[in-house]
């Protein structure tokens, strides 16, 4: 037996040693912590593109629950911010410069440039015939179907003709000079500069002292770029410095919410609208000039569904977001949008507007070297408001407020 202790104990030697290498070898083969690596710096030898985020280890299950979340003592490593410098910016949404619009002033010079440009065909004929040597009765007849062709009215183009008449018999006008001029004194009246065409849009108080905003209801038929002045108005007010809020109440049109939203992001303009079509339009009036009033906002812009006249039950609602507005705050200024393109049957849309809506001024859209600038006095006339605001071109700056003169000079130019 004391032979065999010396085998024994070589045996238990051999087999603490093979336990423990094959303890080591199994230790080296156990999985590891996963851990997230941050961001690597992009580099022409990374094959990593500006700004993607670096590749990071599979997390995998930990083996006290295989296939669910890993135990505490294999919990994933916390992430340490990277050094400065090392780490590039993380990929997020990109978020489009608010514009800076225009300032409005100025903006009728361009219009006098393209009314120049396109041969002025209504104050080009008219100087054309006035510079004759001799005017008979055939030459005041053509002025007088000049005037009527551009829409300027029967009644506001006997005045003018019968002005002009007495001018050059009194005065005995007869350079091209003194024809210009006298031409302009009269157009200039005819327009009339005497009218208000500032837009009210100053905010007021109510009896307890808090603010109100001005609300601005835009109204018009279906084609004369409605939805495009609001936007081009939000502009306007925003250049001059005031907050706005933009109400989308034409919820029967599916892209006219959309197209006013886009509008208003350009310029950092929140809208208010409904994203289930066939909405109330009131209703989304109403919660725009609620929203503006509390927010504390200098203007609330409303635009509408495009309404022909003949649609009783259209014109109808119209009315009512008239009447629901005014129980949040008053309005300041309902504009009417015509086509200055569409002559006498503007005028038929703008006297049943006027009776719904109580317009109170006019945008004329596409005046831009139009032959129609006579609707200028004709919609006037026939309303008892002036125009305030003219559409220029297709440019996102092409509205500008109307002066008579600026525009009388713009025709004068041919």
């Given at each position: 037996?004391?032979?065999l202790?010396p ?5 238990a ?8 290498f ?39 299950p930990?083996?006290?629950?295989p ?28 978020v ?5 619009p ?14 120049a ?26 002025l007088e ?19 002009l008449r007495t001018q ?27 009218l ?31 939805t495009t ?6 502009r ?13 109440a ?23 609208r409904?994203?289930k ?34 649609k ?23 504009l ?10 503007g ?34 006339r ?33």
């Amino acid at each position: 037996m004391n032979d065999l202790l010396p085998l024994w104990i070589t045996l238990a030697v051999l087999v603490l040693v093979g336990l423990g290498f094959w303890g080591y070898s199994s230790s080296r083969e156990r999985p590891r912590r996963p851990t997230i690596e941050p961001p690597r710096s992009s580099g022409p030898d990374t094959g990593i593109s500006a700004g993607a985020p670096a590749s990071t280890d599979v997390l995998e299950p930990g083996p006290d629950s295989p296939g669910g979340p890993a135990s505490p003592d294999t919990a994933v490593d916390a992430v340490e911010p990277a050094p400065s410098g090392t780490v590039d910016e993380v990929e997020t949404e990109v978020v489009p410069a608010v514009e800076v619009p225009e300032a409005p002033a100025g903006r009728l010079a361009r219009l006098r440039d393209r009314l120049a440009r396109s041969g002025s065909p209504l104050g080009a004929k008219l100087l054309a015939v006035l510079s004759r040597d001799h005017l008979t009765e055939d030459d005041w007849d053509e002025l007088e179907e000049t005037l009527l062709l551009a829409d300027v009215g029967t009644g506001p183009a006997t005045e003018l003709i019968d002005a002009l008449r007495t001018q050059v018999r009194v005065q005995g006008v007869k350079d091209p000079a003194s024809v210009r001029a006298m031409l302009r004194t009269e157009l200039i009246r005819l327009v009339d500069p005497t009218l208000d065409r500032s837009l009210h849009t100053a905010p007021g108080t109510d009896e307890a002292g808090e603010k109100v905003p001005a609300v601005v209801l835009v109204v018009g038929v279906n084609g004369t770029g409605k939805t495009t002045t609001v936007g081009k108005l939000t502009r306007v007010l925003v250049a001059e410095g005031n907050e706005v809020i933009l109400g989308a109440a034409d919820t029967f049109r599916a892209a006219a919410a959309d197209q006013l939203t886009t509008w208003g992001a350009r310029v950092g303009v929140e809208t208010v609208r409904s994203f289930k079509d066939g909405a109330d339009p009131a209703a989304v009036a109403f919660d725009a000039v609620r929203t503006g009033r509390t927010r504390g906002v200098d203007v609330v812009l409303v635009d509408t569904a495009g309404r022909l006249q003949n649609k009783a039950g259209l014109m109808d609602e119209l009315g009512k977001i008239s009447r629901v507005i005014t129980k949040e705050a008053p309005l300041t200024e309902v504009l009417l949008v015509l086509d200055a393109t569409t002559g006498q049957n503007g005028l038929n849309q703008a006297r049943v507007f006027a009776e719904v809506a109580g317009v109170t001024g006019i945008v004329l859209t596409k005046l831009d070297g139009t032959a129609k600038g006579g609707i200028v006095v004709a919609v006037q006339r026939e309303l008892g408001v002036p125009v305030k605001l003219v559409g220029l071109g297709e440019g996102p700056d092409d509205l500008a407020p109307f002066v008579p003169e600026d525009f009388v000079d713009g025709l004068l130019q041919g």
